[in-house]
C-alpha cells in the first residue's frame, strides 16, 4: 500500500502564497497520476488538481485555474501543488491522492484515486 505525506499547509493571509508537498513512498511513483484535493467544513470533498504520469498533462478545478500549479518531481517521489492569491474560500484541508492504474492521463474523480494522504489544513484569513 503507497503512503501519502502531505506538508506545508499553514496559515496565510489573503493574496499569500503556499506550496504543498506531497512525498510517496511507492516504488513506482513516476508511473501514477497525481491529484490533489480539498474538503472545507461542512462540505465534501472536492477535485483541486490533478497531473499525469508523466507530467506532460495537468488539469485543475475552475476555481483554481491560472492561481494554482501543480508539478511533480518523480526523483524525489513528490508533487507539489503551488497556490498563488490566496481566497478564504481556498480554506481547506488539502489531500494528495494516487492514481488507481500506471501510465493514466488526469483523472478528476476520486474515485480513479486508491491511496489518499492525510491531509494537510490551509487557513486563509481575510
Known amino acids: 500500500q503507497v503512503q501519502l505525506v502531505e506538508s506545508g499547509g499553514g496559515l496565510v493571509q489573503a493574496g499569500g502564497s503556499l506550496r504543498l508537498s506531497c512525498t510517496s513512498s511507492?516504488?513506482?511513483?513516476?508511473?501514477?497520476?497525481m491529484g490533489w484535493f480539498r474538503q472545507a467544513p461542512g462540505k465534501e470533498r472536492e477535485f483541486v488538481a490533478a497531473?499525469?504520469?508523466?507530467?506532460?498533462?495537468?488539469d485543475f478545478a475552475d476555481s483554481v485555474k491560472g492561481r494554482f500549479t501543480i508539478s511533480r518531481d518523480n526523483a524525489k517521489n513528490t508533487v507539489y501543488l503551488r497556490m498563488n492569491s490566496l481566497k478564504s474560500e481556498d480554506t481547506a484541508v488539502y489531500y494528495c491522492?494516487?492514481?488507481?492504474?500506471?501510465?493514466?492521463?488526469?483523472?478528476?474523480?476520486?474515485?480513479?484515486?486508491?491511496?489518499w494522504g492525510q491531509g494537510t489544513q490551509v487557513t486563509v484569513s481575510s
Open positions: 511507492g516504488r513506482t511513483f513516476s508511473t501514477y497520476a
Open positions: 497531473i499525469s504520469w508523466s507530467g506532460s498533462s495537468t
Open positions: 491522492a494516487c492514481a488507481k492504474d500506471p501510465y493514466t492521463s488526469t483523472r478528476v474523480a476520486a474515485a480513479w484515486y486508491r491511496s
